[in-house]
């Protein structure tokens, strides 16, 4: 865990391993952005000319070390780029999201650094500041041989210069920061985890005992208890696995709380297609398919840890799909929690069976709004890239403000329709509906399953978040390989807006 720290000291007299600073193009070419003066000081102002002979453009992702001269108290100075400099000084959040994550990757292994980079606000400090605990993060639980004593570790000290540490508004940044960021770190983690160890049992016991540890009500319902509650499409996924499924309930709740906005997960702990199994190729990551519960789950957890004056309820809807004599076959009819039956057409559209338990449940305690986070559809995938989540929903506003609050928080995403048209596509001879429909517009489709399972007149949106849950290419900015933790920013800044009475 990488600890932060506000400091009041000056960017040349703070003794750290290294010493960042932002660089960015300008029509007359790089310019030191605001907050390493006196670092350039120490170059005789000539930092800038230094590093364009280094070849520094002021690029976004790039990073140029040099040594630091006589003056400065780090041995290493790290120039990251920032783009096109403002015109009006004001420095985007998530660039300096970015370049915060990038520093912090490049100083994989050094111990302390101190970001030099532009703070004009509170929100400036949070963005660093998160950027460089994400960053930090590395998954290194299996790699024994790395491990060792001489293995680098993470960056483990980050010492925020500019900011205010007696400001409350800075204070409470910091703090906001740090519990978010090791809340996604977590997720990452739980994503990362190989499906032989991380499977429903043990991620409700993770859920549980983390739950504990904050004050959350913690309640797990295991096969017995979904036998006996009907929870049939949970059940019909998690038939083929040796290990059971699960619905875990993690509540968060305020005494000054005026609203409760419920949040469910999509937790296949691996996800092989069940009968329809996954052809090679398209099974190797899909212990990534609980990333929307991993997501639900930090959320709750970082609401409770900021305090947020509203009630967040988790629900993790976990399951193994893997073929099995007792699997569920394509053709089988599931009759679900809400009562419904549905004719599974493809054992690998599980996810929207699964979530359509945990919707019918969460719509029983009347919450003000639902919304879903999964990693539901290859078609989502094609239909909006590696690097953006699909939106969807049953009220127009509440997409477009849950597309606003990820902008704002510096997560990609982009609203999709749910077009009433793609309805009779499963329509089943047997059942009252099919798990698939038509295959062009599958993300929609997926939705429009979702939508029948929702309560009557509660407000609810779904993320398909496959494209963005895990990160398969070289990692960038804050962006590690592996488990992302997307729509973990989104959630809990959608809860706070809930709290102040914003949504
Ligand atoms: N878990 C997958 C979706 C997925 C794809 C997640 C790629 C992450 C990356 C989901 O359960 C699935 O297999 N969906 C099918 C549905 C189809 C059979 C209707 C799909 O998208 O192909
Ligand atoms: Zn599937
Ligand atoms: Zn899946």
Same mark, same amino acid.
């Given at each position: ?31 030191? $952005?605001?907050? =390493?003066?006196? @670092?350039?000081? %120490?170059? *005789?102002?000539?930092?800038? !000319?230094?590093?364009?002979? #280094? /070849? &520094? ?55 302390? $650094?101190?970001? =030099?980079?532009? @703070?004009?606000? %509170?929100? *400036?400090?949070?963005?660093? !500041?998160?950027?460089?605990? #994400? /960053? &930090? ?71 549980? !005992?983390?739950?504990?540890?904050? /004050? ?288």
């Amino acid at each position: 865990m990488t600890a932060l720290t506000l400091s009041t000291a000056g960017a040349a007299t703070l003794r750290a391993d290294a010493l960042v600073v932002g660089v960015a193009k300008s029509g007359k070419g790089l310019v030191v $952005a605001p907050g =390493a003066e006196a @670092v350039d000081e %120490a170059f *005789d102002g000539r930092l800038a !000319a230094v590093l364009e002979t #280094l /070849g &520094a453009a002021g690029a976004e992702g790039e990073a140029t070390k040099l040594p630091a001269p006589a003056g400065l108290k780090a041995p290493v100075v790290l120039a990251v780029g920032l783009g096109s400099a403002p015109e009006d000084g004001a420095y985007g959040t998530e660039v300096l999201r970015r370049a915060a994550g990038t520093a912090a990757r490049t100083l994989h292994g050094a111990k302390k $650094a101190a970001f =030099a980079l532009p @703070v004009a606000t %509170a929100e *400036d400090a949070e963005a660093i !500041a998160e950027g460089a605990l #994400l /960053g &930090a993060y590395a998954y290194t639980a299996y790699q024994d041989s790395k491990n060792g004593k001489d293995a680098k570790k993470p960056l483990a000290e980050v010492a925020l210069l500019g900011a205010k540490p007696r400001d409350k508004a800075h204070k409470a940044a910091a703090e906001r920061a740090q519990a978010l960021t090791e809340e996604i770190n977590r997720a990452r983690d739980l994503i990362n985890m190989p499906p032989n160890d991380l499977y429903p049992e043990t991620f409700a016991a993770v859920v549980t !005992a983390v739950g504990k540890e904050h /004050g959350l009500k913690v309640q797990v319902l295991d096969e017995k208890a979904l036998e006996k509650g009907g929870y049939g499409g949970i059940l019909g996924v998690g038939k083929g696995a040796a290990r059971g499924p699960r619905l875990v309930r993690v509540a968060y709740t305020h005494p000054k709380a005026e609203k409760t906005l419920a949040l469910v997960g999509k937790g296949i702990t691996y996800d092989s297609g069940g009968i329809s199994l996954k052809p090679a190729g398209h099974n190797e990551t899909m212990k990534c398919d609980m990333s929307g519960a991993a997501a639900v789950f930090a959320a709750v957890v970082a609401a409770a840890r900021i305090g947020l004056a509203v009630n967040v309820t988790g629900w993790l809807a976990l399951a193994e799909n893997m073929p099995s004599g007792n699997a569920t076959r394509p053709g089988d009819v599931l009759r679900m929690y809400s009562g419904k039956t549905v004719e599974v057409l493809n054992t690998d559209a599980e996810g929207r069976l699964v979530l359509a338990d945990a919707l019918t449940r969460a719509s029983e305690e009347n919450p003000d709004a639902i919304v879903d986070v999964a990693t539901l559809t290859g078609a989502m995938v094609l239909a909006l890239g590696h690097r953006r989540f699909g939106i969807m929903a049953n009220d127009d506003d509440y997409r477009t403000a849950i597309h606003e609050i990820a902008e704002e928080v510096g997560e990609d995403s982009w609203p999709m329709p749910l077009p009433s048209d793609l309805r009779k596509g499963m329509d089943s001879p047997t059942a009252d509906i099919a798990n698939m429909g038509e295959r062009m517009g599958g993300g929609m489709v997926a939705g429009l399953f979702l939508q029948e399972f929702v309560g009557e007149g509660i407000t609810w949106a779904h993320l398909d978040i496959a494209g963005p849950a895990f990160h398969e290419g070289a990692p960038y900015g804050y962006t590690p390989k592996g488990g992302t933790g997307s729509a973990v920013r989104t959630l809990v800044k959608l809860a706070e807006k809930t709290a102040d009475g914003e949504l």
